[in-house]
């Protein structure tokens, strides 16, 4: 009986198991602005679920609820799937949002962003398990923490927000471009010029195709209390590098400023 409890545990864990594994894979960046799964929080959906059928199938297997000849099946999976939600509820870090100008949903959806904005859009904008922060790589890379030529890593900014607009990307620039903004959080100690001499690095990361450009918001309050707001414009330059087609799946930011984008 005892056997059969827990082979009968492991086949039906098995599914939701593999959906754990696929929750942090990066879906693929299209066009289309349809609704992907990651943007909903399965930690939420399966911990009422799991508790629900828990709670039926004791009340069924101890005869105070009608079903004794299905608790058993409802105690099998409600198990796994209440420890997978809570789990999952845990560990998830919370999509920032993101507000965008029609003339800006207009033309990424034309095809005007690169292919690492799709993705850094995308990747932020949706549930993610198991990361304490958005962006940790990029800002682990840019901002070098605990290396001699960076900073502290109790220094660390926090996205708080994403803004998409069109912007010159220079003065000289004829016209307006897709330009998506990260808005970040910064503690009182960090200082503009720790952003604006990471220019390059910034650009070599989220490259190639676009020009960085680093402003204090002037105009948003932090969320951190004596903090700082930072923005950080992605803007395409207008060369058409970064662009791989209309549709291309897992495009990573590069393991190495000025690398190309990675692919999985």
Known sequence: MIFFFFSSLQRAST???TLFLSLNRTPPTT???????????FGKVLTPVGVALLTY????????LPGADVSPIMLVYGFPVSLLGFALFYAQLEPVPCKSTAAAAAAREAGAATDIQKQLRDDVTRYRYGDE???????ARIFQFGRPNGIQR???PRLVGLREEMAKASPEASAAAYTLILEFDTKPEMTLEMWTDRKDKIEGFFGPGIIAGVAEAKGRIPELAGGKAVDVALTVD??????????QKDVLPPLVPGAPARRQ
């Open 133 to 139: 922060q958005h962006l940790e790589e990029a800002l």
């Open 15 to 17: 599914p939701f198991l």
């Open 238 to 247: 207008g060369s058409g590098a970064g662009k791989g087609g209309p549709e």
């Open 31 to 41: 066009n289309s602005s349809k609704t992907h799964h990651s943007k909903v929080s």
């Open 154 to 156: 109790r220094l660390a």
């Open 57 to 64: 199938g004791f009340g069924a297997f101890f005869g105070l």
